[in-house]
């Protein structure tokens, strides 16, 4: 199945200061890959995705780049805020199985310090 | 994009009793997913819960522990039978709605005492 491996672990930024956090994934079909923010208590919004068929996306200070080639796949936080501070996961779509069904990485715990 | 209201937010359960969460999509989904979230960690997916047939479940959960209901096209429960402590965890139903990422429900905090 699919496997996906997010880093790092945690990241601590300025505010002010750029944000980047990375995945890699094993199935090479897999074709839709989304990032999800994670406030304290709440539920995983999504806050950006990608598919196969683009490079690179951005929406404000956030944008997703995707390397199909070497598998993997970043998301970029620009000019971050403390309201930046959460846990993101990013996540692989399984093509293999039913259809919707997602593997996640293992999060990425971001402490913007003003 | 859609709404998925779960219930209920928390509780505290004793051991060996069970808990059925419920969640309400406010528009038609075709799967429904259930995840488990321990603290800290990353999201676990429990079963895929297709409308008019059995739930999938993934390695490590089965349907004795974790009953599945999926009676329409907008709702779904997740029962936890016999619980003991290391039943506690976050649990959240989630569906795919908009184009193609997943909206979540606001999750249920269970601690099994």
């Known amino acids: 199945g699919e496997n996906v491996e997010q880093h790092p672990s945690t990241l601590s930024v300025q505010e002010g200061d750029s944000a980047v956090i990375k995945c890699t994934y094993s199935d090479s079909a897999s074709n839709y890959f989304p990032w999800y923010k994670q406030e304290l208590g709440k539920r995983p919004q999504l806050i950006i995705d990608i598919r196969s068929n683009v490079g690179e996306k951005k929406d404000q200070r956030i944008a997703v780049t995707l390397n199909k080639t070497a598998k993997h796949f970043s998301l970029h936080i620009t000019e971050t805020q403390p309201e930046d501070s959460a846990v993101y996961f990013c996540?692989?779509?399984?093509?293999?199985?039913?259809?919707?069904?997602?593997?996640f990485g293992a999060g990425t715990q971001v402490v913007v310090t003003p | 994009s859609a709404v998925i209201s779960q219930k209920p937010s928390r509780d505290i359960c004793q051991r060996g009793t069970s808990l059925t969460i419920q969640c309400q999509v406010d528009?038609?989904?075709?799967?429904m997913f259930w995840y488990r979230q321990q603290p800290g960690q990353s999201l676990t997916l429990i079963a895929t819960?297709?409308?008019?047939?059995?739930?999938?479940?993934e390695s490590g959960f089965v349907i004795d522990k974790f009953p599945i209901s999926r009676p329409n096209l907008t709702f779904s429960t997740l029962t936890v039978s016999n619980m003991s402590p290391e039943d506690s965890s976050i649990y959240l139903c989630?569906?795919?709605?908009?184009?193609?990422?997943?909206?979540f429900g606001s999750g249920t905090r269970l601690t099994v005492v």
């Open positions: 996540a692989a779509r399984l093509t293999t199985d039913s259809w919707g069904k997602f593997q």
């Open positions: 819960a297709n409308q008019g047939s059995e739930a999938t479940y």
């Open positions: 528009s038609q989904v075709t799967m």
């Open positions: 989630s569906a795919v709605t908009g184009n193609y990422g997943y909206t």
